[in-house]
């Protein structure tokens, strides 16, 4: 691979051999061969007890009494947990405001109220059942419509205005209203929640937890056990997916786990089924927006009035920085010259709603790509020209609602390409003359830009470390604050190292993330993964390098500048060195061979008071051009072609990238389509289980699927020159569900309904039906 010089380039003197290559996964080989260790493979200390938690069966209500008599009785129970026997302070959570077990008042139904601590796991899961609890019924409220009418906030709503938008509204020519839901969705990892809290001396606690924040679980657990930080030590080698969905809600299962350990003075072990697991943790937000939006003839906004709202569940959680993020996202990549954007952070009587993928990113997104679907169809547009002309482009159209100037804008050529090979226009014409020729079966086809911001929007959060050990026999171990989710942050890592170092990437090996090794890191998440700890990875081996470079040139009496490493040989002028027999040289000329990294995201700020600043880095960019069928008697769709091409700056690992943007895709496609969460008029989830909630299968992936990257490197000064790739080709999928739409509105011409769909996601095919009826 040719690398021009750049400055997020690493050893821009050499050619690099690990980054850029599509090297396999760093636990890919333990993954197939079922020797991979998650949590729960780990084996237990001898004595571990097992706990399990009592779930209310209300979803609002006071707890009067609580029977454990029944529990105690089932052989193997040590003992029933309840909130009057918690170690230290009853509270948890991001926001500060959850109860670790509920002293009188129940929010949720599926809240744990107890846990029961046994020798078994299977015990201790018949023994909660067994618990028995008198609860006076309070009212609840369970849709973001009741939160609405009630007022009932988690935070305080946040309103953003830029511009006159009441004068741009009554001078634009056409005006429009309209609405759009999107329903929450499961993380469903494979790997659950699961934790092990193993008491230590003097008062210490290790736990081994599934987490993508193992910093978070150690002061949680530090605070619920009343000792200090240093006093417990997370760690996590590898979690069997995540999602966002063990970002915060890992800590709870921690700190039950922890709670029960300390009161039953020996390891204990908490794994959730998975239908607790859906009762008890968190999704993605459910929202609902509703609109105002001015334009003109060609479908140009001139100004919007937005109201977005989030189910929020019981208490806060990341609901905040979600619901910010979704106004944030409330452009995608368009200009809004006049906007109004009014957040309500709703409380209702569910689960605490929490990360996932994209973090509010995708329902912002897909509120103002509803809109211009609207406006399209009411004007009779081409979707695709009304998304073009309202794209970012040169001042005074490349400021967002919140200040931020975008300066590397590459979507209008991204998007030119894409349509082109593609086949845009010609397959439009096809589908036009298919629908005219069948009755039943409608196509579609969408094509669907992304704007992505990267960074977390808390601006401290934007820093990282990392530690990188050179041995004598020129192995190298690298450790940082990152965790692995199977999104190949660890391979990433390993390459970046690899290069700096001048070293074959089989001589590196990535360890376990402890909270012992680096504190105070931030949780995996914002796409920030290899961004933050792969540059703090970068420092630290340039140390250890430079260190070898000086003393190398110290012997021979040469300039610095002269000494470089690849390849695990040192050149000089003349020689070529063995990199081992150098690590052992430095070591006994007391060389330091192992060096810390220190990374902070530069230039973003962001004022939360005033909605305004810088609060990305940079953006990602990406469009997706997807084409389906829709049933139109039975409300099924299938997805037939998908095109995408997605910048992800100078790839590190070609083949992890194409992944992440494949599964961001499918994912996204299931979320808009399948995945349906509903909870009964009583708070009950009934969607609990793999047999009532369907996630994409292999057999929703279409054989028709081309990915191309982006060529063109990261301009900002990042590692590597890479851009995330975690989070932003989520918002892909929306190309499937306008597409859908699309084939939606041909039935509804043909029936002489109006143009404008009256579709939300998920487009199950019940929500199919209704549109095509409706």
Known sequence: ???????????????????????????????????????????????????????????????????????????????????????????????????????????????????????????????????????????????????????????????????????????????????????????????????????????????????????????????????????????CRRMGGGFGGKETQAGHIAVWAAVAARIAGAPCKMRLDRDDDFLITGKRHPFLGRWTVGFDGQGRILAIDLMQAAACGFSADLSGPIADRAIFHADNAYYLPAAAIHSYRCKTHTQSHTAFRGFGGPQGVGMIEAALDDIARHLGLDPLAVRRINLYGDAPRDRTPYGMQVTDNILPALIERLEADCGYAGRREAIARWNAASPVIKRGLALTPVKFGISFTATMFNQAGALVNVYTDGSVTVNHGGTEMGQGLHTKVCQVVADTLGVPLAWVRITATDTGRVPNASATAASSGTDLNGRAAEFAAREVRDRLRAHVAGTRGLDVAQVSIRGGKVLVPGAELDFVAVAKAAYAARVSL?????????????????????????????????????????????????????????????????????????????????????????????????????????????????VALWPEPNREDNVYGSKAVGEPPFMLGFAAFFAIREAVAAARREQGRTPLVPLSAPATPEAVLRAVEQ
């Open 1 to 235: 691979m040719n690398a021009p010089d750049h400055p997020g380039i690493l050893n821009v003197k050499a050619e690099p051999q690990a980054c850029g290559v599509a090297a396999p996964h760093e636990a890919a080989h333990l993954h197939v061969s079922g020797r991979a260790l998650y949590v729960d493979d780990v084996p237990e200390p001898r004595g571990t007890l097992f706990v399990a938690p009592v779930l209310s069966k209300v979803a609002h209500g006071r707890l009067k009494s609580l029977d454990a008599s029944a529990a105690l009785a089932v052989p193997g129970v040590r003992r029933v947990v309840t909130a009057t026997d918690l170690p230290a302070a009853n509270v948890v959570g991001a926001g500060h405001d959850e109860p670790i077990l509920p002293a009188d008042l129940i929010e949720y139904l599926g809240q744990p109220v107890a846990l029961v601590v046994a020798t078994g796991a299977k015990a201790a899961r018949v023994a909660a059942r067994a618990v028995r609890m008198e609860v006076e019924p309070l009212p609840a409220i369970l849709t973001i419509a009741e939160a609405l009418a009630a007022e009932s906030w988690v935070l305080p709503p946040v309103h953003l205005a830029e511009g006159d938008v009441e004068a741009a509204m009554a001078a634009a020519p056409h005006r429009l209203q309209g609405e759009f839901a999107m329903g929450g969705q499961e993380q469903f990892y494979l790997e659950g929640q699961v934790a092990l809290a193993m008491p230590g001396e003097d008062g210490t606690m290790k736990v081994l937890s599934s987490t993508q924040h193992p910093g978070e679980v150690q002061h949680w657990v530090a605070d619920a056990l009343g000792v200090p930080a240093h006093s417990v030590q997370v760690e």
């Open 594 to 706: 192992w060096s810390d990294g220190y990374y902070a995201t530069p230039k973003i700020h962001y004022d939360h008071q005033t909605m305004r600043g810088l609060p990305f880095y940079y953006f990602a960019y990406g469009a997706a051009a997807t084409e389906v069928a829709v049933d139109t008697l039975t409300g099924e769709t299938r997805v037939l072609r998908v095109d995408i091409l997605h910048d992800v700056g100078r790839s590190i690992n070609p083949a992890i990238d194409l992944g992440q943007i494949e599964g961001g895709f499918v994912q996204a496609v299931g979320w808009l389509t399948s995945e349906e969460l509903v909870w009964k008029p009583d708070g009950t989830l009934a969607t609990h289980a793999p047999s009532t909630y369907k996630i994409p299968t292999s057999g929703d992936v279409p054989a028709d699927f081309h």
